[in-house]
């Protein structure tokens, strides 16, 4: 067989694939569209009204500023744990760094499920030693977050540093510089791209979140993805398909914006 | 500018010395040049001295202080880092000015010295550029420069010529000499490279595994080297295991026997001598005449190397002056020749 028919097979197999991871988002952006009252082809006509309507809703509103407050501390919670400890585990070598480093990534494979019926029976038992609301407070959720987030900060952090030669830190070090200033002086901005790419990332992983945030979240303090889910319990109409859009949007400008400063596929 | 004194020196990693017992004096303003294959410790030597590898064991000074457990920061010496290492996120102006800035220089200080500094390297019209707008000689200048600016006790550098070509390597060579001399400074440099190490080393020192082999002027360690591997790293291509057997007498391992300086040595050792010391059919006078056929010619641009073997089964390398270099007419292969040498062109290293 020629290299051009390869070729040709490598690109149909590819244009199979794409149509079908983009297929469904495709579907969803046009169904926010109809104009049909209840979700149904073909369309009757086209209009805006479902993103009016959506942003109107409170639940969708407020579950919208939950979900960005939620995700911005999570991106906090992630870099503040994140950024030292892959810097003790790239730069280091100590008894039990490997399972340390399990742990920090454990997170990631962990079903959000299970991850998130633990947390909330950790927080369960919490609550009874010390006498306080965690499991459906915000700095729970904030918590749970964090976590779901870390894994992510510390993979591409962790990437940005092994592609980091120790010998930049050496030359700052040998030039006066303590550690400290070494960290701030030329460790941190050679890693930058890194970190802002953690920070993107950890940020859309906390906001796409659905399976962690159902256990923890109390009454009136919604993630978004969780007022979507309840909404579709006792509605079917374009609204869902609206605020799905907006997500999608949001989101695909941040993975583009956090895949320019560092390739998103080393943290695989 | 200070003398450099290494005190039994010993790196172990789990109990496998990486360095194994090392003493070294380094005199004010000496150039010495650590001299190795890899893994034979010279680059963790330097490191130790710089202050990245903690010492097992021995004490490092530096003009009389003991900087054994002191930080690199509190160090004060320079180093050159065999990719430079310079900070791909400050111009080449603000990578020099640095150092200085972590001593708390004045700012007009800072310019001042950071100028005079690029001047030395020739590079003071470059100041703005980010390195890698750089070429590879300017970055190794630049580093250099950053190293030397703040008047460092000592300047260490690893392998500081091994990411250049060729011709900007004798380039670099010459202008770290010009500089290390111009400023007096006690340099320490590493390399692999026995010809990087005779062209500007005061004192060359030879390392294997771990230990110092040999140590002396670059003459002395071309012209007389003391050990088999210390032959064969300078270069020594003919190594001829044999045994002592008289007061001038060496058996070649096949029968033959040479006559050599003994020099009160005994039992077995091996005969080194360079291939530009055989002389291929010269007079027939000679102390020590082996023949022998052409067994290989290689031909080298200016010189022709011979490996020619003798009936006994000795193998040994001539080289000959090619006819680019006024040599004479090329031997062609199986040609019968007579190798001769002088008894003291060669010497006797033990095995």
């Not at chain 1, 030329?186 to 940020?203: D, E, H, M, N, R």
């Not at chain 2, 440099?189 to 771990?210: C, K, P, Y």
Request: hydrophobic content about 50%; charged content about 20%; glycine content about 8%.
């Amino acid at each position: 067989m020629g290299l051009v028919s390869i070729n040709r097979i490598y690109a149909a197999i590819s244009a199979v694939v794409m149509a079908f991871v983009l297929l469904p988002l495709v579907a969803v952006v046009w169904v926010s569209f109809f104009s049909n009252r209840i979700l149904s082809f073909p369309a009757t006509g086209y209009t805006f009204d479902w993103y009016v309507r959506a942003w109107a809703q409170d639940s969708f509103r407020n579950g919208f500023i939950t979900s960005v407050e939620t995700a911005l501390v999570a991106v906090v919670i992630s870099l503040v744990l994140g950024v030292p400890a892959s810097l003790a585990l790239v730069r280091y070598r100590f008894p039990g760094r490997d399972a340390i480093q399990t742990l920090l990534l454990s997170p990631m494979v962990v079903p959000g499920i299970v991850g998130g019926a633990a947390l909330f029976m950790a927080f369960i038992e919490l609550e009874i030693i010390l006498d306080m609301d965690i499991s459906g407070s915000l700095p729970g959720l904030f918590i749970a977050h964090g976590l779901i987030a870390l894994p992510w900060t510390i993979r591409l952090v962790t990437a940005a540093l092994v592609g980091m030669s120790p010998s930049y830190e050496e030359a700052a070090q040998s030039l006066g510089a303590g550690r400290i200033t070494t960290f701030f002086r030329v460790t941190l901005p050679i890693i930058k791209p890194g970190i802002v790419a953690a920070a993107l990332f950890s940020f859309v992983i906390s906001f796409i979140d659905l399976e962690k945030s159902i256990f923890l979240v109390g009454p009136g303090r919604t993630t978004l993805q969780i007022a979507l889910v309840s909404y579709l319990e006792w509605n079917l109409d374009s609204t869902v398909a609206a605020v799905a859009t907006v997500q999608i949007l949001i989101i695909g400008v941040l993975l583009v914006a956090s895949d320019r400063y560092a390739k998103l596929s080393r943290a695989f | 500018m200070s003398e450099v004194v290494l005190q039994s020196i010993v790196k172990r990693y789990e109990a496998v010395p990486a360095v194994d017992n090392i003493s070294l004096s380094i005199g004010e303003g000496e150039l010495v040049a650590l001299l190795g294959p890899s893994g034979c410790g010279k680059t963790t030597t330097l490191r130790m001295i710089g202050g990245f590898i903690p010492v097992t064991e021995g004490r490092i000074l530096v003009g009389g202080r003991d900087v054994t457990h002191l930080p690199p920061n509190k160090r004060n010496m320079g180093f050159g880092f065999q990719n430079y290492a310079l900070f791909p996120h400050m111009s080449v102006g603000e990578n020099v000015a640095f150092g200085l800035q972590m001593r708390k220089v004045s700012r007009a200080d800072i310019a001042r010295r950071v100028k005079i500094a690029l001047d030395r390297v020739k590079l003071a019209h470059l100041s703005d550029r980010l390195p890698k707008q750089l070429s590879g000689g300017q970055q190794q200048r630049v580093a250099l420069a950053r190293a030397l600016v703040i008047e460092p006790d000592v300047l260490l550098l690893d392998e500081p010529l091994s990411n250049l070509d060729a011709q900007l390597r004798n380039e670099m060579k010459l202008e770290i000499r010009r500089i290390q001399q111009q400023l007096g400074i006690t340099t320490i440099f590493v390399t692999h490279d026995q010809d990087e190490a005779l062209s500007i080393a005061d004192t060359v020192v030879l390392m294997r595994a771990g230990r110092i082999e040999q140590q002396g002027a670059p003459d002395d360690l071309f012209e007389r080297p003391a050990s088999h591997f210390a032959a064969e790293f300078m270069g020594v291509t003919n190594l001829l295991p044999g045994e002592v057997a008289g007061s001038d007498r060496f058996r070649l391992k096949g029968g033959d026997t040479i006559l050599v300086p003994v020099a009160g040595r005994a039992g077995p050792h091996a005969f080194a001598i360079r291939p530009e010391r055989l002389e291929i059919d010269g007079e027939a006078s000679a102390a020590n005449t082996l023949s022998a056929e052409v067994e290989i010619a290689t031909y080298r641009g200016l010189v022709i190397d011979y490996r020619v073997k003798t009936p006994s089964g000795l193998c040994l390398t001539a080289r000959r002056p090619s006819p680019a270099a006024g040599g004479p007419a090329p031997l062609p292969v199986g040609r019968p020749v007579r190798v001769s040498f002088a008894p003291e062109a060669g010497t006797l290293v033990p095995m």
